[in-house]
């Protein structure tokens, strides 16, 4: 992959990982159960955390917006949830996750000149993703004040940007004739990640096998369940048009911008991938395709 995707792509995985580091963040679980959240499994602080810039929103928009979560498993935690804690609460306890997580990981240097350089820079790029464009789980939080600390700043923009992405990977899947569990089927398909990565997303065996026919009789998926060459095709274009939606940002930062944005974020990256914080095959792909 070259030119504009490659660049586009190069920048999600950069920031990915700053924005998911909450969800598994040891802070980010004390600040769920302070709320009252059960926290023995990460689904209920997962769902808050995520779904809070959206209001307090029932299970169908949840599965809209999320996508690849099977409508059962959103269910037992949407929208009994915001009973537990309401939207406002739990994002203020968010940026409190995010503050403490943020100084556990890089200390100090929080407040100093790099940090604020890369939040002004990330800011710029996450303004330029606009209403229209970002739909969904990108213009809720597109909509959210920005915090004062600039590496809250940071975090919020790399939300923004990916949850961006996301709405824009939405849009492209269903393009492809993509449900949800063929989305994942079909992902797995590819060598993204083990089918058993998925099963985190909540589809009983029998809806993923029903998924994998359906993708079979398609000549998207071989008799064992690899992809196909046209499945491949079909994913290539998923994720050719997934970067085409998401460019926007990066296009109205301008090359300088990104390349030194890509720099700032350079080292913070490895300390968060380093941290053992994050799981080490994930159902996004990242590092994959």
Not at 114 to 135: S, V
Request: proline letters at 6%; glycine letters at 10%; a negative charge.
């Amino acid at each position: 992959m070259t030119g504009e995707p490659a660049r586009v792509r190069q920048m999600w995985h950069l920031m990915e990982p700053l924005h998911a580091v909450l969800y598994y963040a040891p802070a980010a679980f004390e600040e769920a159960a302070a709320l009252g959240y059960d926290t023995e499994e990460r689904w209920p602080s997962y769902f808050a955390w995520r779904a809070a810039p959206l209001g307090a929103v029932g299970a169908d928009e949840v599965v809209r917006t999320f996508h690849s979560f099977a409508p059962g498993m959103v269910e037992g935690c949407v929208p009994a949830g915001w009973a537990v804690a309401g939207p406002g609460a739990v994002l203020a306890a968010r940026l409190r996750a995010v503050d403490r997580t943020y100084r556990a990981l890089f200390g100090d240097r929080v407040a100093g000149p790099e940090f604020a350089e890369a939040a002004a820079l990330a800011r710029r790029a996450a303004e330029a993703a606009t209403p229209g464009a970002l739909g969904g789980l990108g213009a809720a939080n597109s909509a959210l004040p920005w915090p004062d600390a600039p590496h809250l700043a940071l975090w919020q923009a790399a939300t923004v940007l990916r949850e961006h992405r996301g709405d824009g990977h939405i849009v492209a899947l269903r393009a492809a004739g993509l449900d949800a569990v063929e989305s994942l089927v079909s992902f797995a398909a590819v060598g993204a990640a083990a089918p058993e990565v998925f099963a985190s997303r909540g589809w009983s065996a029998e809806e993923w096998g029903a998924a994998r026919r359906r993708l079979q009789e398609r000549g998207l998926l071989a008799a064992d369940g690899t992809a196909t060459d046209t499945g491949r095709e079909l994913r290539a274009e998923v994720e050719r048009r997934t970067d085409e939606e998401a460019a926007a940002p990066w296009r109205a930062l301008g090359s300088p911008g990104r390349e030194r944005l890509a720099e700032l974020l350079g080292e913070p990256w490895l300390e968060v991938i380093g941290s053992g914080l994050l799981p080490s095959e994930n159902t996004l792909g990242i590092g994959k395709v």
